[in-house]
């Protein structure tokens, strides 16, 4: 009996503390990323999404940005934006930015549809031979595969494949990451009809490399809750985030992402929810940015092991084909 009230006891601790948790007090207010002279960084490109990994092995982080060349245009593609300084003080300049080649022609993505196509992409190492791989979903088409060639670290090539090919082709297929499954591994979320449902393709990780179980959409798992599309979930660049340390215990599913503001629905926010007993709610509203259209991924920016939200978004009312890109740092260890 008093193992059972102990046992009680310590969920009704868990649960207290959980919801004691408010996701925006664990990061910093948003920054723009600059250059060592405090030039904001300006991409130039439309509805860009942003991740930052180290493409070029030196130790220092350097952003990967998928985006369109413009608002009216459906071709785009991923450059990579190599960071001069360091993690600390990262020096940030569009000059340098190395649009990615395949091994025998410039990457030209065609992702569909002009206003609401993207390229979301999402930086691991799926071979573990220690060059960076890069997996993207073009929206529309398909979820594309990109191996590096290993033969240059600062301008890279690489050879596509295709990861999978998306079930229907008429809405957009938006994209998202996180460890959905709480072991520890990088998933990768499909969100076919921008958001209507998830699917989860299951990160493997085998000594370096992480590469997913399925190989077809149609393999991943369906992840099936309730909740109305806008209220209580995300519509793209779902997340998943365990902040407040108790996800797995209490058999819930923590994530951030974008959704259209509960107040406004023609602004987009960055909000944090949990999906529990298959049902998706909004936990907090972290962000209003002002840039239009924001994508974001969560990664750890600046290395300090501490996860932190990346995201762009369009400058000007009418004119997304430029944005800027924002960190939120984070100020608590991964816990994931
Ligand atoms: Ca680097
Ligand atoms: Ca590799
Ligand atoms: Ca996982
Ligand atoms: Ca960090």
Known sequence: MILRLATILSISLISLAAA???PSSLFEAPVALTSK????????????CP???DYNGDGVNDLILGAKDGMDTAKGGIW??????TNAAPDFSWSNAYKLKLESANLSVSCGCKSSGQVQPLALDWNGDGWLDIVYSDTYRRTYLLVNQATNRDQPTFKQQTFFEMEKKNHGMYAGGGDWNNDGVLDFMHMPFAGGSYKLCSGIKEGNSLSFKQTTVKQCQVLKFSGDRDKNKARKCAWAWNYSGTAKTRNVTEYVGVMRSPENPKQEVIAFF????????LIEVIHKPQALSPLLTSCDVNGDG????????????????MTQVYVMYGKVKNIN
């Open 306 to 321: 501490k996860m932190d939200i990346i995201f762009s978004g369009g400058l000007w009312k009418n004119q997304k084909d």
């Open 20 to 22: 004691e948790v408010k």
């Open 37 to 48: 002279s405090g030039d904001a960084l300006i991409t130039g490109k439309a509805q860009g």
């Open 51 to 53: 991740y930052a990994a």
């Open 80 to 85: 990579l934006i190599p960071n001069k300084g």
């Open 274 to 281: 949990e999906i529990k007993d298959g049902h998706s709610q």
